[in-house]
């Protein structure tokens, strides 16, 4: 991580490795939602996110390297947080709620990623990857915001 450049790599790697652990936590999360809406919201974000891997495999091959991820402990720090809320909450309206805002953790940190990782992309002239990056920003943004919809309509309301 001597200059941008190695930044870049470092943060490519690192949101990589994140949205592989989501993709093995969202099937979890989804069977554990007590919540409908909630449940199809984690299977299509699912598919977003598996979406989102090919993206930055593309962008790993548009740079030159072989994709692979670096361990994230933020990401597994939230994961592990969501998997307490799944064991230990005492009711299924407590538990979508608590999902919800582990989901949105995850939302936030990869919107932060992302969102550098276009600045960056964009500085180094990798024009190519900045449109792939943008394309995952706003699958990001629009997750968040779906999960911000069902908490603040009614899941919260469900879980007070």
């Given at each position: 991580?001597?200059?941008l450049d190695g930044l870049f790599t470092h943060f490519l790697r690192d949101i990589y490795y994140a949205e592989k652990?989501?993709?093995?936590?969202?099937p979890k999360m989804a069977r554990n939602a007590d919540s409908e809406d909630l449940r199809e919201a984690f299977e299509s974000h699912l598919e977003e996110t598996e979406q989102q891997v090919e993206n930055l495999e593309k962008v790993f091959e548009l740079l030159g390297l072989k994709p692979r991820g670096e361990t994230c402990p933020a990401i597994n720090g939230i994961i592990e947080?969501?998997?307490e809320i799944?064991?230990?909450a005492e009711t299924g309206d407590a538990r979508d709620a608590g999902m919800i805002a582990c989901a949105q953790a995850v939302e936030h940190y990869e919107?932060?990623?992302?969102?550098?990782?276009?600045?960056?992309?964009g500085t180094l002239?990798?024009?190519e990857a900045v449109s792939l990056l943008q394309e995952n920003?706003?699958?990001?943004?629009e997750a968040d915001r779906k999960l911000s919809d069902l908490g603040e309509t009614t899941l919260n309301r469900e879980a007070a």
């Open positions: 991580m001597k200059d652990q989501v993709l093995k936590a969202l947080e969501a998997k799944m064991d230990e919107i932060t990623r992302y969102g550098t990782l276009i600045a960056w992309a002239g990798h024009d920003l706003g699958q990001e943004y």
